[in-house]
């Protein structure tokens, strides 16, 4: 007897030492059943305990689930009960007469006490409520960045296992606007010098015009000469002159060209984090296609500015991005002809990566620089190695081209705004008035008229749409 009384007191100060918690409670109380009264539910987290008292004696103590909740008698007046699986069921107390004295409903729950220390631990600072619902956690509040939620999801799925009900929100701007500048620049230069030699029997002095042709005084020899220019020659001198019958020409031909390409494109786009959003400022180039039966189909290639891209607000102000970004054109001097369809080339530029920084700061996330240097030189053997007179038996030519690229993309976080204070590409031209236009020849109305007005014309009468 005395052995089961130290038995019952150290089970009863497990008890009281492993505490249970209520649905919305942090530590579990002792149940007292008083009878003849309604009871409230009795909640006992997983594998811990709580002990139940009675203030009238029972004889008989069952459990509707013994699979949820273990049961034994302490006393005739003392339960001890243990969490066993998630879930609810019924303890039936019977007193010596067979008498009911009470039904109490268990609710055995997760253990989320541990959990939440782990969550203050990991997650400082954060308002993060914690509750139970059947046998999962529900978690609820709001915190400060999609990371910390990611990271309290996690810690929860690894004490409920696919059983967490995630309702937090995540506070500050989730909106961002991505800005991408295209910037190339494209210098070219091209030197050629040349010269032909002509010789040949004549009776008459001649020049070499703009034709390119060396001919006689005569018109009838005006297009019988023999040096000719190729078409689209440019840079030419030539001179002629006889000597007795002998008929000499010489030809130079001397060009140099210089060229300077400048694009710039820069396109906004703005997306919820999270979500994709794609941007296409151009056109679609018609190509044809042949299907195997030999019907020929049109398909479309889009060209253009194209900007595609993701955005997650991480961290407080730290933006991770995935970003396709794209400038392309129809290239003219290149071009394929296919059963007498002429279709030309692209020119593009595309990157495609993954950045992360904070607000308002950039990244120039491509770049290229490119310099092609060519030279040719084309001479008569032997005679266009003579110093100086070789000159005439000798033609050079000389190209260099330089290409600098760069991508720079900066993001911000942003939120709306009333649509009244974004200003708009037209508001900053007005409509000129018949008087501006046919007498002063304006295209444009007066520069101090505010903004966005639209020209007066002296038109009488209603006008627009009348809606019923």
Not at 61 to 73: M, R
Not at 298 to 305: A, D, L, Q, T, W
Not at 316 to 335: E, P, Y
Not at 410 to 429: E, K, N, Q, S, W
């Amino acid at each position: 007897m005395k052995m089961r009384g130290l038995w019952v007191a150290a089970v009863m100060g497990l008890a009281v030492a492993s505490p249970v918690v209520m649905p919305d409670a942090a530590l579990a109380q002792a149940l007292s059943i008083m009878k003849g009264n309604a009871n409230e539910p009795l909640s006992v987290p997983i594998n811990r305990a709580v002990v139940v008292e009675s203030d009238t004696p029972f004889a008989e103590l069952s459990v509707a689930n013994p699979g949820i909740a273990d049961i034994s008698t302490l006393s005739d007046k003392t339960i001890y009960v243990l969490g066993k699986t998630p879930g609810r069921t019924t303890m039936t107390l019977l007193s010596q007469d067979g008498k009911l004295i009470s039904n109490v409903e268990v609710h055995v729950t997760l253990d989320i006490e541990e959990f939440k220390e782990r969550l203050q631990q990991i997650l400082p600072g954060e308002p993060i409520e914690v509750r139970t619902a059947n046998d999962g956690i529900v978690l609820s509040g709001t915190v400060s960045s999609t990371a910390k939620l990611d990271r309290a999801l996690d810690l929860a799925l690894r004490y409920a296992p696919d059983k967490v009900s995630n309702l937090l929100m995540v506070a500050g701007t989730q909106q961002v606007m991505l800005k991408v500048r295209f910037a190339e620049m494209q210098r070219s230069v091209s030197k050629s010098l040349s010269s032909s030699l002509g010789l040949r029997g004549g009776n008459s002095v001649g020049a070499l015009g703009a034709t390119g042709t060396l001919a006689a005084q005569t018109a009838d020899n005006i297009n019988n000469g023999f040096l000719q220019l190729k078409d689209g020659t440019q840079g030419a001198l030539g001179l002629g002159f006889t000597a007795g019958s002998l008929e000499f020409g010489v030809l130079l031909e001397a060009l140099e060209a210089k060229g300077v390409v400048r694009t710039l494109a820069e396109p906004n786009l703005t997306a919820l984090s999270g979500q994709e959003a794609k941007f296409l400022a151009g056109g679609e180039y018609p190509i044809p296609v042949t299907s195997d039966s030999g019907a020929i189909s049109i398909e479309y290639k889009p060209f253009g500015v194209e900007l595609n891209f993701t955005p997650v607000v991480v961290d407080g102000n730290t933006i991770n991005l995935q970003i396709n970004a794209a400038v392309s054109s129809i290239d003219t001097t290149t071009s394929v002809t296919t059963n007498g369809i002429s279709v030309n080339a692209f020119k593009r530029r595309e990157t495609s990566t993954t950045v992360e920084m904070r607000d308002g700061e950039s990244f120039a996330i491509a770049g290229l620089l490119q310099d092609d240097f060519t030279d040719l030189n084309n001479q008569v053997p032997w005679l266009g190695d003579v110093p100086i007179l070789g000159a005439l038996f000798r033609s050079a030519d000389y190209q260099r081209k330089q290409s600098e690229l760069v991508i720079i993309v900066t993001p911000h976080l942003v939120t709306p705004v009333r649509g009244d204070t974004l200003a708009l590409p037209t508001d900053r031209v007005r409509l000129p008035s018949e008087k501006e236009l046919f007498l002063f020849g304006k295209t444009a109305g007066s520069a101090n008229t505010p903004a966005g007005e639209v020209a007066r014309q002296d038109f009488s009468g209603a006008y627009g749409y009348s809606m019923e």
